[in-house]
């Protein structure tokens, strides 16, 4: 959805363009902040409704305007530069497919005998939970993608051979400092440590980064652009499949950004280059930097409240662990492995949902009890 791949290009405007244009980067970092703030919308509506509903199969869709409104065709895939109302407004954060709902009304619910209430509070606590969920999903997605202010430690290149029936297979990787590298071949390591060969010999991968820092007015300091541009001499992975491309792989390369405390973590990831030991992707990556203005709880959900805002005391908060470290833990996270640190996150998410609508001890919003 947000994985706006660019071909690789110098970043100077063309004659004639404006100085301030945006990139495709910039543009993702809007949309994404703007459908966190849309979305927390819905979670705090969802709160404020005044009976519960019973809505079954109804459906969240999201969507933004990439076309020509914002679009600079002459500039090399770099958006024009546009009033960032404008862009917001083009952020679509809509309910549909209604299916089985129904709309009911505060006379309609005093209406129903008691199972029918409780049966319609049941059913809004499993939906307000989906949003909640959705809401807590693109917030994390921006704090580890669009949320560092601090600076990226590593970026890793590895190599997997696509397989649509089975898990991917690893074909290996390289992890390297983030910092300008002009086009360099590196050979590709195994888990352990040891190259990686291929029937011609040794395997590599062929890549770049550079350093593209944004004008003044920009929302971001600037980013990292990694180039993913070829490898050589892979190994193949699907020489046991007859029929099927027998002594070739499907390759592509899932690019990890890792911060340098360690504690953000994003991926991208390349087209798959089908049968194929010695894949060009020539496909360009971007790994943000963040300012610290725009980093902040109150400025990815949108509300000023969050300032304000104390968890409950619980054992599961480590000593020494920020706030949004707790609420947004990464995938790649090692306390994130035994379930905790998720659920944990999405209970202090809804905790701050609770207290930007002012409704801690609503009914509504209270764990149902076991019977």
């Known amino acids: 959805f947000l994985d706006l791949h660019s071909m690789p290009c110098s970043g100077a405007p063309p004659p004639g363009a404006s100085s301030t244009r945006k990139s495709p980067i910039e543009l993702a970092e809007v949309v994404l902040n703007e459908i966190c703030h849309q979305l927390v919308s819905l979670s705090v509506a969802c709160r404020k409704a005044a009976v519960p509903q019973k809505w ?26 546009q009033d960032e109302a404008d862009l917001r407004l083009s952020v679509l954060v809509k309910i549909f497919d209604w299916g089985r709902s129904e709309l009911c009304t505060m006379e309609e619910f005093a209406k129903l005998d008691a199972e029918q209430q409780a049966d319609r509070l049941h059913y809004w606590r499993l939906y307000t939970g989906g949003i909640d969920r959705l809401s807590w999903e693109a917030a994390r997605t921006y704090r580890h993608r669009f949320g560092n202010c601090r600076g990226w430690g590593t970026v890793q290149l590895a190599v997997f051979d696509f397989d649509s029936h089975t898990s991917d297979d690893f074909l290996g990787q390289v992890t390297v400092p983030l910092k300008p590298t002009a086009q360099v071949t590196q050979p590709l390591l195994k888990a352990d440590g040891s190259p990686v060969r291929g029937k011609a010999g040794p395997a590599s991968i062929t890549f770049g980064i550079t350093w593209q820092r944004f004008a003044k007015g920009s929302r971001l300091h600037g980013t ?65 930097l963040a300012l610290p203005e725009h980093s ?26 920020t706030l949004k470290t707790a609420m947004f833990p990464s995938l790649e996270h090692v306390f994130a492995e035994d379930g905790k640190a998720e659920a944990y996150g999405i209970d202090l998410w809804k905790q701050l949902l609770n207290h930007i609508c002012g409704r801690h001890g609503s009914m509504l919003l209270q764990p149902e009890r076991k019977r």
């Open 224 to 288: 990292w652009q990694v180039v993913v541009v070829s490898a050589a001499n892979l190994p193949s992975a699907d020489s046991c499949w007859t029929g099927r491309g027998l002594g070739l792989s499907d390759p592509f390369v899932i690019v990890k950004a890792i911060s340098d405390d360690g504690v953000l973590c994003f991926t991208q990831r390349t087209c798959v280059k089908v049968k194929n030991l010695n894949p060009v992707w020539n496909e360009m990556f971007d790994i943000p």
């Open 56 to 81: 079954i199969g109804s459906s969240v869709a999201l969507g933004f305007d990439e076309q020509s409104s914002f679009l600079d065709k002459v500039g090399g895939g770099l958006f024009a530069e």
């Open 296 to 321: 902040c709880l109150e400025e990815l959900i949108g509300s000023k409240q969050a300032a304000s805002f104390t968890p409950i005391p619980s054992k599961d908060h480590r000593p020494g662990m």
